[in-house]
Nanobody, 115 residues
Framework: QVLLRQSGGGLVQAGGSLRLSCRTSGINFKIHRMAWYRQAPGKERDFVAAISSDGSANYTDFVKGRFTISRDNAWNTVYLQMNSLKVEDTADYYC?????????WGQGTQVTVSS
């Protein structure tokens, strides 16, 4: 059974930082591309960042220079370090991976940035 269990998130003031974690089980983590998405209230789920098995990362333009995705293969965990948070970053954040053609999602973590 593939499971993605998220932790982190919460309420922070604009300019602050948060770190999200997503620990996986049921997959050979080290070979998987991992990604983070977010969904703001009333909006679609959007791509935020992804990291490949070789550690290469890519980001949506809106978070470049502020967010960092990383992975720890020893702990089967992917992280999203979010700095210089903006009110517009308020959303539910989800980690994601694909295995055998199916997308798997974490349970979601709420991030609220106050002004």
């Amino acid at each position: 059974q593939v499971l993605l269990r998220q932790s982190g998130g919460g309420l922070v003031q604009a300019g602050g930082s948060l770190r999200l974690s997503c620990r996986t089980s049921g997959i050979n983590f080290k070979i998987h591309r991992m990604a983070w998405y977010r969904q703001a209230p009333g909006k679609e789920r959007d791509f935020v960042a992804a990291i490949s098995s070789d550690g290469s990362a890519n980001y949506t333009d809106f978070v470049k220079g502020r967010f960092t995705i990383s992975r720890d293969n020893a702990w089967n965990t992917v992280y999203l370090q979010m700095n210089s948070l903006k009110v517009e970053d308020t959303a539910d954040y989800y980690c994601q991976t694909t295995w055998k053609g199916r997308n798997y999602w974490g349970q979601g973590t709420q991030v609220t940035v106050s002004s």
